[in-house]
């Protein structure tokens, strides 16, 4: 039984406020740049739908703009309006239908938005992207820096800005929980609006939402808040964070131990720790250097010392990895993201590889009820 096995952490479900999470296999927001205005359509739910089939836990959309000028690229889903809202409700009850909790990941992409998507170039947009039909549009950050030389520059927002960035989350919370999303998270890593509020790197405001470390977490402080204003008590709400930006003179796990501890006392529940972005030379990039578990140790420090959950991700592989950082009280939840790319059933396999299941009982039963006859033959005819 992949899902409710005592002996494994990983198997077991997990209580987060009023929500039971089937096991702890996560499968992180992953974008897929395949919307057209913003809106959900088939890819989308049969990408989603792969990893509720294959026994995940929890499947996060990726990446969703609150407000059509706040998409990454021309190709990011979108939540600004009730039409992208009801676009949703199909995945969400085929994820719910699986035995999967729907989670979405909600965001901004300030200094980064109207961007290539990452297959044509991971750039600013071109004349070439313009011709293929894509738009190009104003962006807002905390201060008018240009990410790097060539790419758009910001206008620096104002106190309207912030108020209607700060409404556009809470209204995309809210249309979320009338999807049927049972987690929000907030995204407040990798480059993006919120995230270059933090960094001293991109923020360089003498207001009150600039300076110190305070007045840089002001702003991502008021969106948890405003957030967790608009979904229920019994909902958890996560927020991914660069832990660190990786970067000379940025953002540091000190602060981002600091940032956990803030986040907690507005009702944030759990901390999903990844790291870096907020350069100009890929979506996540910092000078980390990157093996098995790359990311866990800030999962841990944060989780230990701001009391907090976290979420541990970054090339994590194998169900045995997953349950040692588990065990060792590095997490609370393992997040698989590019593994599952490959494998989109790999919670059920890795049960099956434990030999958790060998009847197939948590298969899809579609499924499930010819594997077992399948796999009986197949060991027979040794
Ligand atoms: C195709 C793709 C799209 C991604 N999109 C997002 C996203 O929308 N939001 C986000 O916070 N991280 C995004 N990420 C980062 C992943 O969530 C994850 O943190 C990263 O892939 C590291 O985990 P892994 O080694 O298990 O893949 C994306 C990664 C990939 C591969």
């Known amino acids: 039984m992949p899902r409710r096995s005592a002996d494994s952490r990983l198997f077991s479900p997990h209580r987060i406020r009023g929500l039971e999470l089937p096991n ?18 088939a890819h989308h739910l049969v990408h989603y739908g792969k990893f509720a089939m294959g026994g995940a836990g929890t499947v996060f959309l990726e990446a969703t703009g609150v407000t059509r000028a706040g998409r990454i690229t021309n190709g990011c889903l979108g939540l600004w309006s009730d039409a992208h809202r009801d676009a949703m409700r199909p995945i969400v009850d085929f994820l719910k239908a699986n035995g999967t909790i729907p989670a979405i990941q909600l965001g901004h992409g300030g200094r980064k ?11 600013p947009l071109t004349d070439t992207d313009l011709a293929r039909g894509d738009e190009c549009w104003p962006i807002i950050a905390p201060s008018a820096l240009p990410l790097d030389d060539g790419w758009l520059e910001p206008r620096a927002m104002d106190a309207r800005d912030l108020q209607e960035t700060g409404d556009a989350f809470a209204d995309a919370a809210r249309r979320a929980v009338e999807a049927g999303f049972e987690i929000v998270e907030i995204h407040m890593a990798h480059g993006y609006l919120l995230q270059t509020f933090l960094s001293p790197l991109s923020n360089r405001r003498s207001d009150a939402y600039g300076g110190d470390r305070d007045g840089r977490m002001r702003f991502p402080l008021e969106v948890a808040a405003r957030v967790r204003a608009a979904i229920p008590d019994a909902m958890p709400l996560f927020v991914r964070i660069s832990s660190i930006d990786g970067i000379d003179g940025g953002w540091t796990l000190d602060d981002s131990v600091v940032l956990a501890r803030e986040l ?17 030379k890929g979506a996540t990039n910092t000078n980390l250097r990157r093996g098995p578990g790359f990311q866990v140790p800030f999962a841990d420090r944060i989780r230990n010392e701001a009391d907090i959950q976290t979420m541990a991700v970054g090339l994590i592989r ?10 060792a009280g590095q997490a609370d939840l393992i997040a698989v993201g590019r593994q599952h790319l490959f494998d989109p059933f790999w919670t059920l396999h890795q049960a099956h590889d434990e030999d958790r299941d060998p009847d197939f009982t948590e298969w899809p039963q579609a499924y499930g009820w010819w594997l077992e006859k399948w796999d009986k033959g197949i060991k027979a005819s040794r």
């Not at 938005?113 to 750039?123: E, I, L």
């Not at 907690?264 to 100009?280: E, H, L, Q, T, Y």
């Not at 194998?318 to 065990?327: F, M, N, S, Y």
């Open 113 to 123: 938005a109207s961007m290539q998507r990452p297959w044509h170039g991971n750039g």
């Open 264 to 280: 907690k006392a507005r009702g944030v529940d759990v901390i999903d720790c990844s790291s870096g972005g907020n350069s100009p």
């Open 24 to 41: 702890r296999v996560v499968v992180p927001p992953m974008a897929q740049y395949s919307a057209i205005d913003g809106i959900a359509n």
């Open 318 to 327: 194998d169900a045995g990895h997953a349950e040692e950082i588990l065990r």
